[in-house]
């Protein structure tokens, strides 16, 4: 079992800044990617940030500038430093992770997320 327990969201003002974090727990062999995505209401799920465990990063074009996505491979923790944010940013944020679970004599695929963390944007 994998859990995702995400943290960080809440109510800020247009122009203001959060940052997420996520934190991947349990039989965890190795991670290929972790990143976050976003729902807001009426709306299908889309990424925001990924990175990998090399650290190469991609962004929607939506948030380029203004979110940064980092992680720390050691605590399985991935982080999003979201700046200038807009009304529009306003959605459920879910943290996401890829790779391989279990152990090496009982592996199988990860694609596990969070609950979601909620972040509200005013203008």
């Known amino acids: 079992q994998v859990q995702l327990v995400e943290s960080g969201g809440g109510l800020v003002q247009a122009g203001g800044s959060l940052r997420l974090s996520c934190v991947a727990s349990g039989t965890i062999f190795s991670i290929n990617d972790m990143g976050w995505y976003r729902q807001a209401p009426g709306k299908q799920r889309e990424l925001v940030a990924d990175?990998?465990?090399?650290?190469?990063?991609k962004y929607a074009d939506s948030v380029k500038g203004r979110f940064t996505i980092s992680g720390d491979n050691a605590k399985n923790t991935v982080y999003l430093q979201m700046n200038s944010l807009k009304p529009e940013d306003t959605a459920v944020y879910y943290c996401?992770?890829?790779?391989?679970?279990?152990?090496?004599?009982?592996?199988?695929?990860?694609?596990?997320w969070g609950q979601g963390t909620l972040v509200t944007v005013s203008s």
């Open positions: 990175i990998t465990s090399g650290g190469s990063t």
């Open positions: 996401n992770v890829h790779g391989v679970g279990g152990t090496i004599f009982k592996a199988y695929g990860l694609d596990a």
